[in-house]
């Protein structure tokens, strides 16, 4: 089969390693003579995975044990309502920072719990850069926000150091360089970026956050009994998490270091080829362009569905840029080998060339 180079930006690129870890445990799972998808959650065989996939988030990210590993489900998305709901109690302030959708989106969920004071934003600019200089208040309750975003293309380097809790949604560029995660108090990342397929969440959080709401919590939305049950209150998003485990594994072996070699020698590549070719142009900030999702425009639009259509005769997928905002997207997952992204950029050429007759 043809090799098609995977630029999507979500469900994204996993590692063969991975993925064929997935196929012989769909035929037959642990020696358990069962499929994966059949086998008992309950099983010591399964239980192992789930408690490996937890200790390499710890080992990755060097946690102590002040910290819980989960994997939920619902999505990123149901941490919108989580965090405030078991951290932000009635009449108390959350303090966030609005980068993109799905920061307008956490906005929107925490102010049905509480007060909502949105220090910046960067919607004046249609969210193409990342806010900087602004002040954490040291009364509100925690501080969120969201270290890259896919729709817009712009990703924190830095965070701010802050007297109150931080948390950070980092849904699209975790494990894809070193950080301090010690300064963190939660980070939450779907898996369908850099970590696992769709189907599970990571939630990385403090003990000493939990169990502190004044409110009443429903059960499955209180992080105390999946603390407590080892992200087995309920039946776990059994496949997701298995691929995750392999995934962790990848990451663990290469190391976050060269991870970010890895990525900054593909983000280079293609921001280079689009600030020298005149067909095109980037759509953020120099300073804010994320590693993970290049956001791009042709600067004739006209050449834009005419593009795409070279790039799918050239196996080039999932470059159209999101539904809401249009243009192009490469998403440069920590799995997308740099010679696929060698690929789009002698694309760019070879589209240039045919324009320059």
Partial sequence: MTKVHNFSAGPAILPQSAIDASIEALKNFSGTGLSLIEVSHRSKEYEAVVEEACQLVKDILNLSDEYAVLFLQGGASTQFDMIPMNLLDEGETAAYVNTGVWASRAIKEAKMFGNVNVLASSEDKNFNYIPKNYTIPSDVKYFHCTSNNTIYGTEMFDFPKTEVPLICDMSSDIFSRPFDASQFDMIYAGAQKNMGPAGTTLVIIKKSLIGNAKRKVPTMLDYKPHVENGSMYNTPSVFAIFVCMHTLRWIKEMGLEAMEVRNKAKADLLYAEIDRNPLFEGTVVKEDRSRMNVNFVTTNKEHEAEFLKFCESKNLS????????????????????????????????????????
């Fill in 318 to 357: 999932g470059l159209k840029g999101h539904r809401s905002v249009g243009g192009l997207r490469a998403s440069l997952y920590n799995a997308l080998p740099i010679e696929s992204v060698e690929v789009l950029v002698n694309t760019m050429k070879e589209f240039e060339a045919s324009k320059n007759g």
